[in-house]
C-alpha cells in the first residue's frame, strides 16, 4: 500500500512569496491534516478535512495561509504572502477516518516538505 | 491551550542500556500515544495506549497510560543504533476536540 505522497520535498523561497505544497493521502482515507513542525518542536495541526469539507481550522493563520481539498483526495496548502516565522517542516496526514471521542484513528504522516524563508 | 511537557530533551546513551522518557500535562487525557521520528521522515505510531493504568509493549518497546491520566512514559530496553531519533508523546481529550496535542520531543542519541 502506497504510503501518504507529498512535494515538494524541499523549497526555498524569499520573504513576501507565495508557496503551495501538495498532498495525496492513502488510498481510501477520508480524514486529511496538515500540520506545522518548527525545528525542536512537535507538529501543531493547522487544518483537518474530512473528505472535502474543513472540520477544524482554528489554528491555521487565515490572513496567509490557505488550504482546499475539492474532490476530497489531494490537498493543497498554501501560504502567501511568506513570513520567516513560517520556515518549517509541513507535514500531511492521513486517516480512515477522524478522531472520536473513545477511540484514535491512527494518522499516517508523509514525509513532510521543509519550507525555509529568506 | 494544552501543553504537552516532555522530558528528557535530549538523551546521550551507550547501545545496549534501557532509555526511559515521559511525558507529563496538567489536564486530563483520554488517549496517549508515543510515535518515532527519522530525520528527513514524518513520525509514525509505535503504540496507542486508550485506558488509565494500562500498560502495552511493542517489542523492545514498553508504555504506560498512568493512572491519572495526566502522564505516560515511554521505555526502550536493550537500545540498539536504529532507535536513534526523535520520540515524541502526543494525546487527545474533550478540551482538545479529540485533535492530537504534541510534547516537543525527546532526541535519542547513541554513544559511539
Known amino acids: 500500500e502506497a504510503g501518504v505522497a507529498q512535494s515538494p520535498r524541499y523549497k526555498i523561497i524569499e520573504k513576501r512569496q507565495s508557496v503551495a505544497f501538495w498532498c495525496n493521502p492513502i488510498s481510501g482515507h477520508a480524514t486529511l491534516y496538515w500540520y506545522q513542525q518548527i525545528l525542536g518542536q512537535g507538529p501543531k495541526l493547522l487544518i483537518q478535512?474530512?473528505?472535502?469539507?474543513?472540520?477544524?481550522d482554528s489554528q491555521l493563520p487565515k490572513d496567509r495561509f490557505s488550504a482546499e481539498r475539492l474532490k476530497g483526495v489531494d490537498s493543497t496548502l498554501k501560504i502567501q504572502p511568506a513570513k520567516l516565522e513560517d520556515s518549517a517542516v509541513y507535514l500531511c496526514?492521513?486517516?480512515?477516518?477522524?478522531?472520536?471521542?473513545?477511540?484514535?484513528?491512527?494518522?499516517?504522516f508523509g514525509p513532510g516538505t521543509r519550507l525555509t524563508v529568506l | 491551550g494544552q501543553q504537552l511537557n516532555q522530558s528528557p530533551q535530549s538523551m546521550f546513551i551507550q547501545e545496549g542500556e534501557d532509555v526511559s522518557m515521559n511525558c507529563t500535562s496538567s489536564s486530563i487525557f483520554n488517549t496517549w500515544l508515543w510515535y518515532k521520528q527519522e530525520p528527513g521522515e514524518g513520525p509514525v505510531l509505535l503504540i496507542a495506549?486508550?485506558?488509565a493504568g494500562e500498560l502495552t509493549s511493542n517489542g523492545r518497546l514498553t508504555a504506560q497510560f498512568g493512572i491519572t491520566r495526566k502522564d505516560s512514559f515511554l521505555n526502550i530496553s536493550a537500545s540498539i543504533p536504529s532507535d536513534v531519533g526523535i520520540y515524541f508523546c502526543a494525546g487527545t481529550s474533550m478540551d482538545s476536540n479529540y485533535q492530537l496535542i504534541w510534547g516537543a520531543g525527546t532526541k535519542l542519541i547513541i554513544k559511539p
Open positions: 496526514a492521513s486517516s480512515f477516518r477522524g478522531g472520536e471521542a473513545m477511540s484514535y484513528n491512527e494518522q499516517f
Open positions: 478535512f474530512q473528505n472535502n469539507g474543513v472540520v477544524d
Open positions: 495506549l486508550y485506558k
